[in-house]
């Protein structure tokens, strides 16, 4: 169970127990009196338990008003299945890239199954669907799964928020199949002119049919442009405890600079640094450069290093 649905939960029981007690007494109805306080002592402990918990494994609730909502009684069987699938490629797709450093332009996903959520239960309250983190084992510390999907919720703050600037930074880290994904999302949204209200463990975001249109056209607006794999020749130099590289290529102009690539640093690199070969040498070496687009915004180029081929005297 969600933390954040079980509190509002057991505060509403809690609330109902005491509307219940008023007027009550042990003595005009001893029973009841004794019951009710017994029953509403239990759950005010249960209440501190669960508030005290941690919750370390991803949770997430999709709460769904407007369009494709008929009352309380349910929702369009088809909108619903969409959203629930283009929500879980936007987590496999922020998965792969925080865990191996890219996406890939097509094909399938990598690590697609450690990403995978589980549609548990349909909440009350509204028309909600509660995802799940698959993976049933124990954890003591927040898993990758539950960091992932919080960064995923992150992004459709930023794309729908009235300012710019959090969506700007989030296209910084962003591969170009997420931000499609991202687009298709908002877009099925919009279409159906539906309301979406997202709640995890300890915040609650809503999204009106204006954020919503808002987060279609900066998706839509955005472009991504991967250039994989150029080859470029300098000299290199690595800042390893941040992952940040600079290569001069011709000396007195401006250098290359930008992130190392995660797999990269943690296949290859520690060996490199450690052999006193990696720093200050003339190296070519492969880097992905990102072009990113925006409408009345300057074109963004960044540079990530993946890999360092051959020295070069």
């Known amino acids: ?30 029973i009841g009196f004794l019951q009710l306080n017994k029953r509403r002592a239990a759950l005010a402990e249960k209440l501190a338990e669960v508030e005290m918990a941690a919750q370390h494994k991803a949770a997430v609730a999709l709460f769904f008003a407007g369009g494709p909502v008929v009352g309380s009684r349910g929702i369009d069987a088809t909108f619903a299945g969409k959203t629930v699938a283009l929500f879980q490629d936007l987590v496999s797709k922020q998965f792969a890239m925080e865990e191996v450093g890219e996406v890939g332009r097509r094909g ?19 028309v909600g669907l509660l995802l799940e983190e698959a993976d049933q084992n124990a954890a003591f510390a927040d898993t990758q ?36 994904a991202l687009g298709d999302f908002f877009e099925v949204m919009d279409e159906r002119r539906a309301l979406l209200r997202v709640v995890e463990s300890d915040r609650e975001i809503e999204f009106n049919s ?9 998706a839509r ?22 992952r940040r590289f600079e290569l001069r290529i011709v000396d007195g102009e ?15 690199l520690e060996a ?21 687009t925006r409408p009345a915004r300057p074109m963004k180029i960044t540079y990530t290093l993946l890999g360092m081929i051959e020295r070069v005297d």
């Open 1 to 30: 169970m969600l933390k954040k649905l079980e509190i509002q939960s057991l505060r509403a029981d809690i609330s109902s127990l005491d509307r219940l007690l008023q007027g009550r007494t042990a003595e005009n109805d001893p």
């Open 108 to 126: 399938p996903v990598a690590l697609q199954a450690n990403s995978d959520l589980l549609v548990t239960n349909v909440v009350r309250g509204s």
């Open 145 to 180: 799964l539950k960091v992932v999907v919080d960064h995923v919720i992150d992004t459709l703050a930023a794309a729908t928020a009235p300012a710019m600037d959090a969506f700007e930074q989030a296209l910084d880290g962003m591969a170009p199949r997420f931000l499609t």
């Open 210 to 218: 204006e954020a919503i249109q808002r987060g279609r056209e900066r």
């Open 221 to 242: 607006a955005a472009d991504i442009d991967e250039q994989e794999h150029e080859e470029f020749v300098g000299k290199i130099f690595i800042l390893p405890d941040s």
């Open 254 to 268: 401006p250098p290359i600079t930008g992130m190392v690539a995660r797999e990269f640093a943690r296949r290859d």
């Open 272 to 292: 490199l640094l450690a052999a006193g070969i990696a720093i200050g040498e003339r190296w070519r070496v492969r880097i992905r450069t990102r072009t990113i």
